[in-house]
């Protein structure tokens, strides 16, 4: 199958698909403020419920930074990060390369979870089919899986649009 966009055209669209401040993250924002998480900015002082945004300085640049509780959030796009959802579909046209790329950032993301779980941080990724789509989960539902997981003390897991799993991870390759 033909691609429906002229290659300059494919290339302007998947350019202007944005890596911060996405509508997913923007909601997960919106529903940890209003469970009485404040966002703050990176150099403030640490505070019981604060959480940071896109930390460079940790493994995979977390969309959501909870110091107090050592806890990291992700929110993951079903498409970028393989999802096993109604959201992920292969691509029709140069199936070869998005596939390869996909899988590079399904890699990329085994070797931060675990490197930050080295690191004594909780992780959490919150899929996005958990927060848009036809099976979203309600505001309610989302807002207590997240302080359920955060308050609770669990390891690693995630979200989708079934509720809360834990989640196995394997140890780091050694290089």
Known sequence: MTDVHDKATRSKNMRAIGTRDTAIEKRLAALLTQAGFDFRVQ????AGFDFRVQDAALA???DFVIDAWQCIIF??????HHHDCYLFKVPATRTDFWLDKIAKNVERDERDLSTLIEQGWRVLIVWECALRGR????DTDLTERLEEWICGGGQTAQIDTQGIHLLTVSPPRKA
Do not use: I, M, V
Not at 43 to 46: N, Q, S, T
């Open 43 to 46: 150099d403030a002082a640490l």
């Open 60 to 62: 995979g640049r977390p």
């Open 75 to 80: 929110t993951h796009g079903c498409f970028w």
């Open 135 to 138: 099976l979203k989960l309600n």
